[in-house]
């Protein structure tokens, strides 16, 4: 007697979703830079130096927590703060005949260009730095920035490069 067993495998697991994407919380964000290249000149000898300036904005938008609601009943607004912070970074770099010799490490300062909001989000979308009431938060300390910019830059060499070379003995010229 021949006995034909039939074996099933097991269903394979079903499909499982792709994770959705996170949402971006955190964003840094260059918006204007400049370079003021300089000679350096102390008995005899020159040195080129550039001093490198970037204005760059931090970006953090934070989900407020959802309300619960009673089944039934939808939620039709999700809350979300955020903050825009800009800051002034400056690399002074120096360098030889034979190309660069090193920057010193960066120097970065909060500016006084800073938005705090929060708003209620329409259901369905995401409280993240690309969130259309975070982009205008952006936009508007953008605009500030845009108007003082070329002050920024100019009072932070005058007052903090500026002074601490002239203290070194050198002779300063603008290329």
């Not at 300036?53 to 938008?61: D, E, G, K, P, S």
């Not at 952006?138 to 500030?144: F, G, Q, S």
């Amino acid at each position: 007697m021949e006995v034909h067993l039939l074996v099933q495998a097991a269903p394979p697991p079903a499909a499982v979703a792709p994770a959705p994407t996170p949402p971006t919380l955190q964003r840094l964000a260059p918006i204007a830079q400049k370079a003021k290249a300089l000679t350096l000149t102390k008995g005899g000898r020159t040195e080129n130096m550039v001093v490198r300036y970037q204005i760059f904005l931090r970006t953090v938008a934070k989900p407020g927590a959802v309300p619960a609601a009673p089944e039934g009943v939808t939620v039709s607004a999700i809350p979300c703060v955020w903050v825009v912070e800009s800051y002034l970074q400056r690399d002074l770099c120096f360098y030889s005949i034979t190309g660069l010799l090193g920057c010193e490490a960066g120097a970065t300062k909060p500016l006084q260009a800073i938005e705090n909001g929060q708003a209620d989000l329409p259901a369905g979308t995401t409280c993240e730095v690309f969130a259309k009431p975070v982009t205008a938060a952006e936009d508007r300390v953008i605009a500030n920035l845009d108007r003082l910019k070329v002050q920024m830059f100019e009072e932070d060499y005058q007052l903090a490069v500026r002074p601490r070379l002239l203290k070194a003995g050198v002779t300063l010229t603008e290329r």
